[in-house]
């Protein structure tokens, strides 16, 4: 199976989905997209594909796929895991520019254990 990288190097995969019944050979074509978070690849479809075959095919590609109005993401992924991070040389720095991070830390409530 193709890994992502070859996929990005690429710029589209071939893939094969069941649209109605009917078994079909799509090319999705990486497209990056500037967002919030930075600059995303996003896998483009032309043609319809159902969305049950969109989420099967993140899945397995372990890249955002999306078409029109519909964006998926691997489980348990976002946007974020797939920003691509700015770089720059400014007078001879190289410089990173990444997003900022925020810690949050749940607390747990303590019980008030009276008992009669």
Do not use: W
């Amino acid at each position: 199976m193709i890994g992502k990288d070859e996929i990005l190097r690429r710029g589209y995969v071939d893939v094969k989905v069941y649209v109605t019944g009917l078994r079909q050979s799509h090319r999705l074509e990486v497209v990056k997209e500037k967002t919030s978070v930075g600059v995303v690849p996003f896998l483009m479809c032309k043609h319809y594909i159902p969305t049950a075959e969109l989420v099967r095919l993140a899945e397995m590609l372990q890249l955002p796929v999306k078409h029109k109005d519909v964006v998926v993401f691997p489980k348990g992924k976002m946007a974020i895991h797939f920003a691509e991070r700015a770089e720059k040389t400014i007078r001879g720095v190289h410089v990173v520019v990444q997003q900022d991070t925020v810690e949050a830390e749940i607390e747990a409530e303590e019980e008030s254990g009276q008992e009669s």
